[in-house]
């Protein structure tokens, strides 16, 4: 893709940027419809096979290449603060790196705020992962991953699970994860016009929703003041212009203290969630091959593909 190409989508991306802003101010319930949240027309990629499943109550999708190992699975937690749903575009990430990384995934379609608001989507999502090892996954084989606002969720999963004495999944990938529910990091200021996805005052809303009247003293919710000891290895990527960033560089340096297996990739000149334009920007193409050759190299699924992204 050329350099015009690539400048060309980032044009797209902030018309989108501030039409979405806009909805969030105005109708939740709009925002949610110009996002795909409600969609019934199911869009995958080629060589995938879709299937819902109800997970006592949750719906759920699973997305799976053909030739997948059985017993492995990716569970992704899919962002839109909390408030906007499983989306077609969240689909087409994680198939591709189902399809990377030869593993199948399921995607949980958990509660949102504001109707719902913490800790009913993270809820959800420790109900999903419960389900997983009931149905006779072993963690080992499990993989947890998040995008946005579903890293995060997936962050207090960890410590819920950990806390609560339950064996803990192989590893875990945040993609662009909030980590910080103050939005107070410096890079909502220095990246706010260099984001071509989202702006402070939309990631500030989203968590106002988010998290209802809870307080932000809860580590649950808070995982940078929380204690991160014991979890399990952890694949950060962020962007360099993206007002997340110093989410996932504070993470990272709580969680490295905390003596956790942390790498923390910093893409340059990629905006929040880059990975969506995958196949079609080859950043992303790049980002989904580092999180299969990551997860190979844990040795999660011993025989990926490593030709499906092109």
Not at 58 to 87: K, M, R
Not at 230 to 252: K, T, V, Y
Request: with cysteine.
């Amino acid at each position: 893709m050329s350099k015009r190409q690539s400048q060309s989508i980032r044009r797209k991306l902030w018309i989108r940027k501030i039409a979405g802003t806009l909805l969030l101010l105005v109708s939740i319930t709009t925002l949610r419809k110009a996002n795909g949240t409600e969609t019934q027309q199911i869009q995958i990629p080629d060589g995938l096979d879709w299937e819902p499943v109800d997970i006592e109550g949750i719906h759920g999708e699973w997305l799976s290449p053909p030739g997948a190992p059985t017993d492995a699975v990716i569970i992704h937690f899919h962002g839109g603060g909390g408030v906007l749903g499983l989306n077609n575009s969240v689909r087409s990430m994680v198939g591709y790196l189902a399809l990377e990384s030869n593993l199948r995934a399921l995607l949980p379609d958990y509660r949102l705020a504001p109707e719902h608001p913490y800790p009913a989507g993270l809820d959800d999502c420790l109900s999903t992962y419960r389900w997983l090892l009931f149905r006779g996954y072993a963690p080992q084989r499990i993989v947890m991953a998040g995008d946005s606002e579903g890293g995060h969720i997936m962050l207090s999963a960890l410590l819920r699970l950990r806390d609560a004495g339950l064996p803990l999944p192989a590893a875990a990938i945040g993609i662009s994860p909030n980590t910080d529910p103050t939005c107070s990091g410096e890079s909502m200021r220095f990246n706010a016009l260099r984001d071509a996805v989202l702006s402070p005052i939309f990631a500030r809303r989203m968590m106002h929703h988010y998290v209802g009247g809870h307080s932000l003293d809860d580590p649950y919710l808070s995982p940078l003041i929380a204690d991160l000891h014991n979890f399990p290895p952890i694949l950060i990527q962020a962007g360099a212009d993206e007002i997340l960033l110093d989410d996932s560089r504070h993470f990272a340096d709580c969680a490295r203290t905390a003596g956790v297996d942390l790498t923390l990739e910093i893409w340059p000149n990629m905006w929040h969630c880059w990975h969506y334009w995958v196949p079609e920007l080859p950043e992303a193409n790049q980002a989904i091959e580092h999180i299969a050759r990551y997860l190979h190299s844990l040795k999660v699924n011993p025989s990926p593909t490593r030709q499906q992204v092109a």
